[in-house]
T-cell receptor, first 114, second 114 residues
């Protein structure tokens, strides 16, 4: 049973629209991450957060922004969607306080911009 | 820096065949090692992990042994099923310091035919 939730699962939206992808976790994990997954399956880290009010850009440059106002919530926003933003977006969290360094992933949001 | 190299796919097997997906890594110190599985249309799920040299992770008939001397963490299963068709990712997590980000391989697509 997933303890990290992403909504929506699928989204088709027109160019120029503002969108927010939601990610919430109920595990109290301090660290959260956003990945973009290309059709070739490779994962690209686009944003991460090590705690409330802490966000950093990842390894792949992205036009999206994130916020971390609450521990459990890590939304990703695109101010003006473009077809190049079409992709699968995966949210993850980890709890390093207990020494468990693996991630728990959400089911993903598949975004299509037309 | 840290890196993970895993066997390129796709890999196609018949049901009950033996599976090996190779994974080697480059890292300083003693990282934790993971295998994740991604079923079609889903996020990643942790399949197994090992946190120190010579540890063997196992789950659902899959096994991988942390080999520090060869910097490897190969995934094996003695008899695959159609339901094992998925993408498999090898990953490492550095221990200590302030870097909590997992480094993923590029993924290996496995298709098992009946």
């Amino acid at each position: 049973e997933a303890d990290i939730y992403q909504t929506p699962r699928y989204l088709v939206i027109g160019t120029g629209k503002k969108i927010t992808l939601e990610c919430s976790q109920t595990m109290g994990h301090d660290k959260m991450y956003w990945y973009q997954q290309d059709p070739g399956m490779e994962l690209h880290l686009i944003h991460y957060s090590y705690g409330v009010n802490s966000t950093e850009k990842g390894d792949l440059s992205s036009e999206s922004t994130v916020s971390r106002i609450r521990t459990e919530h890590f939304p990703l926003t695109l101010e003006s969607a473009r077809p190049s933003h079409t992709s699968q977006y995966l949210c993850a969290s980890s709890d390093t306080l207990t020494g468990t360094y693996g991630y728990t992933f959400g089911s993903g949001t598949r975004l299509t911009v037309v | 820096g840290n890196s993970v190299t895993q066997m390129e796919g796709p890999v196609t097997l018949s049901e009950e065949a033996f599976l090996t997906i190779n994974c080697t890594y480059t890292a300083t110190g003693y990282p934790s090692l993971f295998w994740y599985v991604q079923y079609p249309g889903e996020g990643l799920q942790l399949l197994l992990k090992a946190t120190k040299a010579d540890d063997k992770g196992s789950n659902k008939g899959f096994e991988a042994t942390y080999r520090k001397e060869t910097t490897s963490f190969h995934l094996e299963k003695g008899s695959v099923q159609v339901s094992d068709s998925a993408v498999y990712f090898c990953a490492l997590s550095p221990l200590g310091g302030s870097n909590y980000k997992l480094t993923f391989g590029k993924g290996t697509l496995l298709t098992v035919n009946p």
